[in-house]
């Protein structure tokens, strides 16, 4: 089964949908001290001279092939499951280290009021029942994807094929 | 975890997990958005949520906030029983009463109002949602009281009202068909994301976006051109792409002169908008308006989209929204496919919903004729000849005034005080009513001013019927049991209604004809509590009967069904029927407006002023008011004062924040995150400041209804367009002071400098 997730940035409004309906799906507990949101939104404003373009994008975990935090867990918290290739974490295992967090190159891994490790877990349950995960059913501009990873490439690699001709 | 307990956790629906899926639709915003809600049921209880497949609008998505769904209807804020007031008012000291108490309480106090001074002396008033709207008319009038109030005094009708003074009806973009998009304002990719889909689709399709807004928003990043101009200033700017295009001799000569009104005073008066003028008053650069002025004119077909609020929300918005409306019919846009193309109206004025119904037959058993004149209707009389509501921007001075007769009684459906500018002074006039009953989802700082309270339910706990332009029509039925004892509004309204003894289930009028009224349906459960969903049903069925479809075959439609039948989309219905305003045109002259021309800001001519506060019109003020006040944007998260209780949402924007641009907040030495202090003449607020390139130089936006920081505190209740009463919410003044410091755990995006 496929794994990936594809955010198209032209389409993402920052709207959050996907983002609340991860909070919803998961019953996650946003309040402080102890946040934890598996989805989240961000505006980057990116300056080029004295033009501004605000960008948005949507961020969980990446579902690594090559996993840093499970190469990077002392205790055998994270794994790969099996039938979605999701990469998971089994709190019971979890020591509360934090030596995933130093790995991730997205800052994904969040520690909840138990000090365990949590974060996206692609919605498996899910995707084995052959529903796709709560954030990519939510969003509104259909910029959030999941699938073979090879797929969701050549979707874009359409939209930019028809984007040279139209800059033509 | 064995596989079982998996598919539990993960909430897969089943036989095997006791997971059902039931059909709804979310109402928390109310903008004809109404997206499809598949409630994911256990137990009784509502455990996920998430977008219906199969309804054409919301096709399967939410937004940020029906996603929040479940802990905004298991909320702990919820009513769940009837109250009556024993502290002082405001005091939020209420004990809880049975519904005989309480609807028998309200009985009696609007007899004794009715009896002292007159049905007219007691308000009824809507706020969201709007679904029982029709409902609320049709006991204010039955009653005998013409003033019939709700939240479109500040919402939509002003727009609307800008287009029927000009074509006689609203005309939404054909955006299927169109090449070019002309955003006039608004951000529907947060505001109404159910279109926010297909607004990527056209972009994708190769559609131009030509956007006109004083913010940098995510539909203005869509943007081919983007027109920033400083708020309230709409008018010129479409004026004077008016001077282009009829100086460039691309408008539609043939339309213009077979079915306009007015046009050579309009070229006249156009002509004093060069671009050049144009640019000194909206800042926007002269090459910029003749380029969106030619591309416009020259797309063939473009449509323009036009926005419920921002346009509008200025002290001259009806005359700026005119002004831009007019570009449609100029360029020969109007009717035509991929224009702008009138559509008639279904059930709840959804445009283009496909059917006809008799809501007007239903709300208005009185004509206004056999009233006394309802509130605001001397001091806005275009909006009381247009509009079959009272304007309730006038109510704190009719209150206060009791001109030209007193006001002492209010029954309201979802009334939120912040709504109003000047919201203090709002609260004020509330408190001199002799009764109050106020009707609400939540215990709100609104309701702690009602003598009794009346419990509502959500839309996932009552019946309704929503249209959709798709040509798709639904009838819910109650997912849930109501939570407590909350009925839904209609519950409510029929129960009044019976026990005042109003005719209201008579829809043919039989009884004021000496015929025999029907028998009524639905009464009181044991408890006291109004059920009338007998009685909902037919009245459903009376009102959409003339459309051929009954509540019976709508039941066997869970997730709705497409409207048979529909009335087909046509195309320039004009030349056939000629335009609904009184000369039968397209009016570049106002025979309604031209009517009032004695009033101050009243003209026949789509006339451009400044708003009332600007850096140009008040200059001495804005010496210490330097900045450009918006209150009111959208932020994805929130709808009004609906989601700040709620946890999911609230995560997202914890804190009370005004938008600044980097370099205002350069100047006042501000970063994210510091403390401000917001003030204008009437006041201040202490809010975060988010330093963002959204907001352009020289502007803040201020989201409302915070009960920390209302910034609708901050504006005179007198501030409003004369001719629609509507707030100028999104253009006023208001200056910025550093108080200190951003707290260390400020959790907020910073800007990226790439
Ligand atoms: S937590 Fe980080 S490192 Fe691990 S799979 Fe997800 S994105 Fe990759
Ligand atoms: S896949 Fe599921 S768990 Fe992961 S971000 Fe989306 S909703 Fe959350
Ligand atoms: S729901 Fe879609 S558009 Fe909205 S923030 Fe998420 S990815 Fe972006």
């Known amino acids: 089964m496929s794994h990936a ?47 501004v373009r605000i960008r948005y994008v949507s961020l969980a975990c990446m579902h690594c092939e090559d996993a840093p935090c499970l190469m990077a867990c002392p205790s055998g918290a994270i794994a790969r499951d099996a039938a979605t290739r999701a990469v998971t974490v089994n709190a019971d295992l979890c020591i509360g280290c934090h030596s995933c967090s130093i790995a991730c190159p997205f800052g994904v891994p969040r520690f909840g009021k138990d000090g365990r490790m949590q974060k996206c877990d692609l919605c498996s349950a899910r995707l084995e029942a052959g529903l796709e995960p709560a954030c990519v059913r939510a969003c509104p501009t259909r910029a959030l994807k999941q699938g073979d990873p090879n797929l969701l490439t050549l979707e874009a690699e359409k939209k930019a094929a028809a984007r040279l001709v139209a800059g033509t | 975890m064995d596989k079982l307990q998996r598919m539990i956790k993960g909430k897969i629906p089943g036989e095997a997990t006791g997971i059902e899926v039931r059909k709804s639709i979310c109402t928390i915003c109310d903008p004809q958005t109404q997206c499809g809600l598949d409630c994911y049921v256990k137990d009784g209880r509502i455990i996920k949520v998430e977008g219906s497949r199969e309804n054409p609008h919301s096709e399967g998505t ?56 007159g049905p007219e002396s007691v308000i009824f008033y809507c706020g969201y949602p709007k679904q029982m709207r029709p409902f609320v008319q049709r006991l204010a009038f039955l009653f005998g009281s013409p003033n019939y109030c709700t939240e479109s005094s500040t919402c939509f009708t002003a727009m609307a009202m800008a287009w029927r003074l000009v074509y006689g009806q609203m005309a939404g973009p054909d955006l299927a068909h169109t090449k070019l998009l002309l955003v006039w304002t608004g951000n529907p990719l947060w505001s109404g994301t159910p279109n926010a889909r297909r607004l990527m689709d056209a972009k994708e399709r190769g559609v131009k976006f030509v956007v006109v807004d004083p913010r940098k928003s995510p539909i203005a990043g869509l943007a081919d051109l983007h027109l920033q101009l400083r708020p309230g200033t709409d008018g010129a700017l479409a004026l004077a792409m008016a001077n282009v295009i009829i100086k460039e001799g691309l408008y539609d000569r043939g339309f213009v002169a077979e079915w306009t009104r007015g046009f050579d005073e309009y070229r006249i008066y156009v002509a004093g908008f060069s671009p050049e003028r144009a640019e000194e008053i909206t800042g926007v650069p002269v090459e910029l308006i003749r380029q969106a002025a030619v591309m416009y004119a020259t797309a063939k077909p473009a449509a323009m989209m036009p926005s419920s609020t921002p346009l509008v929300h200025h002290t001259n918005g009806v005359q700026n929204q005119r002004a831009a409306a007019m570009l449609v019919g100029l360029t020969g846009n109007f009717d035509v496919p991929g224009g702008n193309v009138p559509q008639a109206l279904a059930w709840l004025e959804v445009p283009g919903g496909g059917f006809p119904a008799r809501d007007h037959a239903f709300k208005m058993p009185r004509q206004w004729s056999e009233m006394p004149p309802r509130v605001g209707a001397e001091r806005f009389p275009v909006w009381t000849e247009m509009i079959d509501q009272g304007q309730a921007m006038d109510l704190v001075r009719h209150i206060t005034t009791g001109d030209p007769y007193p006001l002492r009684g209010f029954v309201g459906f979802g009334l939120n005080y912040r709504m109003f500018p000047g919201s203090p002074r709002f609260l004020e006039a509330l408190d001199k009513l002799d009764f109050i009953c106020l009707v609400d989802l939540f215990a709100t700082d609104t309701t702690k001013y009602a003598d009794i309270v009346l419990p509502a339910c959500s839309s996932v706990e009552r019946s309704e019927v929503r249209a959709y332009p798709q040509k798709h029509i639904i009838a819910t039925e109650p997912v849930i049991a109501p939570l407590g004892q909350s009925r839904s509004d209609t519950d409510i309204i029929f129960g009044l209604a019976q026990k005042l003894g109003l005719p209201y289930q008579d829809y043919d009028g039989v009884s004021s004809n000496g015929g025999t009224p029907p028998p009524e349906l639905g009464g009181f459960l044991p408890d006291g509590s109004p059920e009338f969903s007998a009685a909902f049903e037919a009245a459903m069925d009376w009102i959409l009967e003339p459309s051929g479809m009954t509540m019976a075959e709508l039941k066997k439609h869970p997730a709705g069904m497409p409207v048979p039948n529909p009335i087909p989309v046509s195309y320039r219905k004009y030349e056939k029927n000629g335009f609904p305003t009184p000369s039968g045109k397209m009016e570049f002259v106002s025979s309604i407006t031209e009517k009032y021309t004695d009033r101050e800001g009243i003209d026949g001519l789509p006339v451009y002023r400044e708003p009332r506060l600007s850096p140009v019109s008040t200059p001495e003020t804005a010496a210490r008011y330097p900045l450009v006040l918006g209150t009111g944007t959208r932020l994805p998260m929130f709808i009004h004062s609906r989601m700040f209780r709620v946890p999911w949402t609230r995560s997202l924007r914890r804190e009370a924040m005004v938008d600044l641009n980097p370099a205002d907040a350069a100047k006042y030495g501000v970063v994210q995150g510091d403390l401000v202090e917001l003030s204008t003449p009437e006041g201040s607020i202490r809010v975060r400041a988010n330093v963002t390139h959204l907001a352009a130089p020289g502007v803040a936006h201020m989201y409302h209804d915070y009960p920390e920081a209302d910034v609708n505190s901050l504006l005179s209740p007198d501030y409003l367009d004369p001719i629609s009463g509507f707030p100028g919410f999104k253009a006023s003044l208001c200056a910025v002071r550093k108080v200190s410091e951003a707290a260390p755990d400020f959790d907020l995006p910073q800007e990226v400098a790439r």
């Not at chain 2, 769940?80 to 004990?95: A, I, K, M, N, Q």
């Open chain 2, 62 to 117: 939410l937004c940020a906030k029906g996603a929040a769904q479940r802990q905004w209807v298991y909320h702990e804020d919820r009513l769940r029983t009837p109250l009556r007031r024993v502290g002082p008012r405001g005091s939020g000291e209420f004990v809880p009463i049975s519904w005989s108490e309480a609807l028998d309480t309200v009985v009696e106090n609007l007899n004794r109002l009715k009896a002292e001074s």
């Open chain 1, 5 to 51: 997730f594809y955010l198209d940035l032209d389409r993402c409004t920052g709207c959050f949908a996907c983002a609340v309906a991860c909070m919803d799906q998961n019953d996650l507990e946003v309040s402080r001290p102890e946040p934890t949101a598996w989805r989240q939104v961000f505006a980057i404003e990116a300056t080029t001279g004295s033009e």
